[in-house]
């Protein structure tokens, strides 16, 4: 869509905004994103039918805010077409995600401290209040997962690290089986990406993007931050995030399966933009997390 569309478009949710510039940012995989006069933020889902994927995020926010988690999250106003809603706006939070300054930043033990708060409230949100989001990975997602890379990713890869993956999957798919721990709210997706740092201030400002968002192990919003900093970073968030589960068990899911499972993404991903030859360092990354994991 041009940019007098995409205009056109945010007019007809407000009619009293007075555009003068418009930005279009490139890296929405499943909404347009667009910044309007550098200070407010506009997401359109891609495909449509996804108000109840709508409704889900306003439902989490809400409870998110009520909440003040120490980091800030998008205070979401909905939009409106006709009485549908087509999609979200927020004012922008000022900031660059971290993944695009990972070389240059590292987390210091205060960004970690509100990382565990953050963690702490949204895992503490009570699923009655949520009726809009439901489980994802259940033990059917994940086997499709497996069997989705098994018929397209396999036959490109050597058999060493096809091994690897068998290891780590299988191992992991006969544990879910017999699992009965607690799920409860997660951001499902908290990498790097969706984290927002002030370079002025130094500091991890605000966490973005809840499209991702369902009922599941909470184990699993440790994942990019064993993924992209390894065990360290996991145990410093650890020490300020509250549970009444051991927290050595989110340790041991993150490190066999959860802190692994992201390779699998990037292979998917790299294989649709025809670029699997580009794999190498996610899977040595992989293999180095992986012997963390015990495995042998």
Not at 83 to 103: C, D, M, N, Q, R
Not at 152 to 162: A, G, H, R, S, Y
Not at 231 to 258: H, P, W
Request: overall charge negative; aromatic content about 10%.
């Amino acid at each position: 869509m041009t940019e007098s569309i995409w205009k056109e478009r945010i007019r007809q949710c407000d009619s009293t905004l007075l555009i003068h510039k418009l930005e279009h940012i490139q890296s929405g995989w499943d909404h347009t994103i667009l910044i309007v006069n550098d200070n407010l933020v506009f997401r359109f889902p891609k495909k449509i039918g996804l108000e109840t994927a709508l409704h889900k995020e306003l439902e989490l926010n809400r409870a998110l805010q009520a909440r003040q988690p120490s980091l800030s999250v998008p205070k979401l106003t909905p939009l409106f077409i006709e009485e549908t809603l087509v999609g979200l706006s927020y004012p922008l939070i000022a900031g660059v995600p971290v993944k695009t300054i990972e070389e240059q930043v590292t987390l210091s033990t205060t960004d970690c401290q509100h990382i565990g708060n953050f963690l702490t409230a949204l895992h503490h949100i009570t699923v009655d209040e949520l009726p809009n989001l439901h489980a994802i990975h259940s033990h059917s997602f994940w086997k499709t997962l497996y069997n989705h890379l098994q018929q397209i990713i396999f036959p490109q890869l050597e058999t060493n690290i096809i091994r690897a993956i068998d290891v780590v999957f299988e191992t992991f798919l006969e544990t879910l089986s017999t699992d009965t721990r607690l799920s409860v709210p997660i951001h499902g997706d908290l990498t790097t990406a969706n984290m927002i740092y002030s370079q002025s201030e130094q500091k991890l400002v605000g966490i973005i993007d809840y499209t991702d968002a369902q009922i599941g192990d909470p184990a699993f919003d440790f994942a990019g931050l064993y993924w992209t900093y390894g065990l360290d970073t996991v145990l410093s968030v650890l020490r300020y995030y509250k549970t009444d589960e051991c927290k050595q068990g989110i340790v041991e899911r993150v490190k066999r399966f959860y802190g692994l499972q992201p390779l699998f993404h990037h292979l998917l991903y790299l294989h649709e933009q025809k670029e699997l030859d580009k794999a190498s360092p996610f899977v040595n990354r992989f293999l180095k997390l992986k012997k963390l994991g015990g495995f042998k």
